[in-house]
């Protein structure tokens, strides 16, 4: 079942996203945590390194696993999601070594990759809690809408929508982005032990309804969370305008 929690603007929304998360690390300090990009997260990133710089927070047990990773980019490249992620969180937070999991996106076998992504997270316990953003067709991780979801890491092709919305990290320009992507599967981030969903802005209201109120298809990868038992879904009320319990 989803739970609603609606905020008057994307900073409050962010904020309540980051204390649940905050909340997780504290009650267990070497949880699992499922982890995204895009720009939708950066605030919640950001209010996890204020609370670390402040002593509130550590976050040097706990165990990361990225949800995906752009095909033929490696860890250091522009628009790499591991050099996303050590701008907005870990070179911030990280003061030893600590488990951060990614997968590789120069991987000479993806499916061996994928494989391997698994095992790690079987090898850590499972996921304790994944925060997804929501695309505006509907995808989470990058699972897009198909015919059919494979259940567990897999390589997609992406979408030009998709490719569009993460041209920002290639400098605007859509064609530098890599038409290929591996990602944690549906089945994987079912296999959670609790699920947030963080949507902002009213280009993502269509994709909330239909994901929180609409039928269960893979043409929408995200209505597939109505089948999990602890999923929140935190918005905006930009995000949140086209849902009928708003």
């Known amino acids: 079942m989803i739970r609603l929690r609606i905020h008057p603007d994307a900073a409050a929304a962010a904020h309540d996203v980051a204390a649940a998360l905050r909340s997780t690390v504290v009650a267990s300090p070497a949880c699992v945590l499922g982890l995204p990009t895009g720009?939708?997260?950066?605030?919640?990133?950001?209010?996890?390194?204020?609370?670390?710089?402040?002593?509130?927070?550590?976050?040097?047990?706990v165990t990361t696993f990225n949800l995906d990773e752009f095909v033929g980019l490696g860890p250091d490249a522009q628009g790499s999601f591991q050099a996303f992620m050590r701008h907005h969180l870990f070179g911030r937070v990280d003061r030893r070594p600590a488990p951060r999991n990614f997968l590789d996106g120069l991987a000479p076998d993806l499916d061996l990759e994928a494989a391997r992504f698994e095992r790690a997270i079987d090898d850590a316990g499972g996921l304790?809690?994944?925060?997804?953003?929501?695309?505006?067709?509907?995808?989470i991780g990058f699972n897009e809408p198909a015919g059919e979801l494979p259940a567990r890491t897999h390589v997609v092709s992406l979408t030009d929508e998709t490719r569009v919305a993460n041209a920002d990290g290639f400098g605007g320009e859509v064609p530098r982005v890599p038409t290929?992507?591996?990602?944690?599967?549906?089945?994987?981030?079912?296999?959670?032990?609790?699920?947030?969903?963080?949507?902002?802005?009213?280009s993502k209201a269509d994709a909330v309804a239909a994901a929180c109120e609409g039928p269960l298809t893979t043409q929408v990868?995200?209505?597939?969370?109505?089948?999990?038992?602890?999923?929140?879904?935190?918005?905006?009320?930009?995000?949140?305008?086209r849902l009928s319990r708003a």
């Open 39 to 61: 720009r939708t997260p950066i605030p919640v990133y950001a209010q996890l390194v204020e609370w670390v710089a402040s002593g509130a927070l550590s976050l040097d047990d």
């Open 128 to 139: 304790d809690l994944v925060v997804l953003g929501l695309g505006t067709n509907g995808h």
């Open 180 to 202: 290929r992507a591996i990602t944690m599967g549906v089945g994987t981030i079912l296999a959670a032990r609790e699920v947030i969903l963080l949507a902002t802005g009213a």
């Open 221 to 241: 990868p995200a209505s597939l969370l109505q089948l999990h038992p602890r999923v929140t879904v935190v918005l905006d009320a930009a995000a949140a305008a």
